[in-house]
C-alpha cells in the first residue's frame, strides 16, 4: 500500500487546510484509516480516524474536537482532513496512516502545516 499526501501550507490562525490521503496497491486490505501529526520535538500523535469498511465510525483527539472533519472516498480509496479554526499549535507534519486487515501499518510521507498567529 502506497499513502501519498497533499493540502498541507501555511496558513493565518483561524484559517482552513484541507488534507487529503490517496492510498494505492492493496486498498482492498484496508480496516482502517488517520491522520498522525508530529510538532517539533514531539511525539507522533493521533489526531483522527476513520473506519474504512462499512458504516463510518470516526475519532478525534480531544484538541482537534469540534474543529477537524475526517472523512473518506471508498471509490477513490482517499481520505480527507477538513481543519478549520487552525491555531498555531496545529503546526506540524501530518502524516496519513493506514491499517490493514493483518494489523500492518503504512505511512504516508507526510505534509507541513504552518499556522501563523
Known amino acids: 500500500v502506497q499513502l501519498v499526501e497533499s493540502g498541507g501550507g501555511l496558513v493565518q490562525a483561524g484559517g482552513s487546510l484541507r488534507l487529503s490521503c490517496a492510498a494505492s496497491?492493496?486498498?482492498?486490505?484496508?480496516?482502517?484509516m488517520g491522520w498522525y501529526r508530529q510538532a517539533p520535538g514531539k511525539q507522533r500523535e493521533l489526531v483522527a480516524a476513520i473506519t474504512m469498511v462499512g458504516e463510518d465510525s470516526t475519532s478525534y483527539a480531544r484538541s482537534v474536537k469540534g474543529r477537524f472533519t475526517i472523512s473518506r472516498d471508498n471509490a477513490k480509496n482517499s481520505m480527507y482532513l477538513q481543519m478549520n479554526s487552525l491555531k498555531p499549535e496545529d503546526t506540524a507534519v501530518y502524516y496519513c496512516?493506514?491499517?490493514?486487515?493483518?494489523?500492518?501499518?503504512?505511512w504516508g510521507q507526510g505534509t507541513q502545516v504552518t499556522v501563523s498567529s
Open positions: 496512516n493506514a491499517l490493514s486487515s493483518t494489523l500492518a501499518h503504512y
Open positions: 496497491g492493496t486498498t482492498f486490505s484496508l480496516n482502517v
